[in-house]
């Protein structure tokens, strides 16, 4: 087994709410670069990590992990739409690994996917069935979340897993760093949108433009003091993207979520889609690890990285 990890952000206002044309040059360079590493290390499966927003689950049964042997695209936010290449039984025999190392993981034979997953797919590989995947969902928008400390754990079960596989390995981990973009609260949520966030599946064309126009909306307030949402925060990010750089991922432990959520804003915690990453490297053997790139980007809602690594 050959095991190489990349971490980056994602965003649903990419082509949509651009910042100026020099930041979108800085960070096609750090993403073509990201690729080509891709294309020269020819994977021959891809393990994702990746939140969902509200596209795939759903309150009416939302589980903290889960695997999906088969995989669709919504296709939201420029996004391709369609099934993705997913490894179907050797997903299968992971989740068995997981519960096996006793971490509760949920299992989709049908999962439909969102931007949070194939974005990054399609700009490291150039689209979302390139090469053979396993998609694991880690829940980081719908409180309440799993402990930090179960993200690693999964990791750490992941990895154990490709350990064993005689194959080159990618591992990914997609979303953050911090960003609050408009995501509803189920807590006080007025009927129409609690229905939406406990059933909202298969929305119509219209409901789901409207809530780009909303995102859209807020992309171009964020950052200001117009806009309610918490702002990002850089010096957040880059702490955390040293502890990962640095192997510290005992202290992931004691991340609390609440203080996160206040520091970073709420969707921060697509951060555990990296923590999983790492944790699951790291079980592969020590690691070597390196920030590419770095930028807090209002326009997109995002604090916005790229981080590799490798086993020594
Ligand atoms: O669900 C929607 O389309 C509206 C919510 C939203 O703002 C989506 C955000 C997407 C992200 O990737 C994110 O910021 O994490
Ligand atoms: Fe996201």
Request: net charge negative; proline share 6%; aromatic share 8%.
């Amino acid at each position: 087994m050959t095991v190489k990890l990349k971490c980056l952000s994602h965003t649903p206002l990419r082509g949509l709410n651009d910042p100026g044309a020099n930041v979108v040059a800085e960070v096609d360079a750090a993403l073509a670069k990201a690729r080509a590493e891709v294309e020269a290390f020819d994977p021959e499966l891809i393990v994702i990590f990746a939140p969902d927003h509200y596209n795939g689950l759903f309150y009416d049964l939302m589980p903290p992990f889960v695997i999906a042997t088969a995989a669709e695209s919504v296709g939201d936010y420029l996004t391709q739409p369609g099934p993705l290449s997913v490894e179907k039984d050797l997903a299968l025999e992971l989740t068995r690994h997981v519960l096996d190392s006793d971490v509760d993981i949920a299992l989709s034979h049908r999962l439909q996917v969102d931007h949070g997953c194939t974005q990054t797919l399609e700009e490291l590989t150039g689209s979302i069935n390139r090469y053979p995947v396993i998609p694991i969902i880690i829940n980081s928008v719908a409180p309440p979340f799993a402990p930090y400390r179960r993200v690693r754990k999964l990791g750490e079960a992941v990895g154990r897993f490709i350990a064993k596989l005689d194959k080159r390995v990618l591992i990914l981990g997609t979303g953050g760093l911090s960003h609050e973009p408009p995501v509803p609260l189920l807590a006080d949520a007025p009927e129409a949108i609690s229905e939406f966030l406990i059933a909202g599946r298969n929305p119509t064309p219209e409901a789901r433009a409207a809530r780009q126009a909303r995102t859209i909306a807020a992309g171009k307030i964020y950052g200001t003091a117009e806009s309610l949402q918490t702002p990002l925060n850089a010096d957040w990010d880059l702490a955390f993207i040293d502890l990962l750089v640095q192997g510290r991922l005992d202290e992931i432990d004691e991340f609390k979520i609440e203080e996160i959520s206040k520091a970073a804003g709420r969707s921060a915690h697509e951060v555990r889609t990296w923590v999983a990453a790492f944790a699951a490297l790291a079980a592969t053997g020590a690691y070597t690890a390196r920030q590419d790139y770095y930028r807090a980007i209002n326009e997109w809602i995002a604090g916005y990285g790229v981080v590799s690594a490798e086993q020594n």
